[in-house]
Nanobody, 123 residues
Framework: QVQLVESGGGLVQVGGSLRLSCAAS????????MGWYRQAPGKQRELVAASSSGGSTNYADSVKGRFTISRDNAKNTVYLQMNSLKPEDTAVYFCNADLTYFRNSIPRTDNYWGQGTQVTVSS
């Protein structure tokens, strides 16, 4: 079964750091475009950072210079390094990716979401 599994969330103090991981499992051929999103209570889900299959990245203005998105293609894993965390970064973080995989020995690409991981920044 193809899925994205996130890890690395937790409770951190203002100014601290966390690294989120998102691992793709199943008969994965590769990860194409992907992104990290977050959703705070009472707010809409927003894009935090994105990475294209070609390696280009973009970030929400609110996290530029503090967050870094990266990937390890050999491990089918993407990361979000979060530094200088602020209370307003508190949210559930989700990864989203276009995964290419084998289904019945035939390659296909579909979009997947991870289950989410809680990040709480205390002041």
């Amino acid at each position: 079964q193809v899925q994205l599994v996130e890890s690395g969330g937790g409770l951190v103090q203002v100014g601290g750091s966390l690294r989120l991981s998102c691992a793709a499992s199943g008969r994965i051929i590769g990860i194409n475009g992907m992104g990290w999103y977050r959703q705070a209570p009472g707010k809409q889900r927003e894009l935090v950072a994105a990475s294209s299959s070609g390696g280009s990245t973009n970030y929400a203005d609110s996290v530029k210079g503090r967050f870094t998105i990266s990937r390890d293609n050999a491990k089918n894993t993407v990361y979000l390094q979060m530094n200088s965390l602020k209370p307003e970064d508190t949210a559930v973080y989700f990864c989203n990716a276009d995964l290419t995989y084998f289904r019945n020995s035939i390659p296909r690409t579909d979009n997947y979401w991870g289950q989410g991981t809680q990040v709480t920044v205390s002041s």
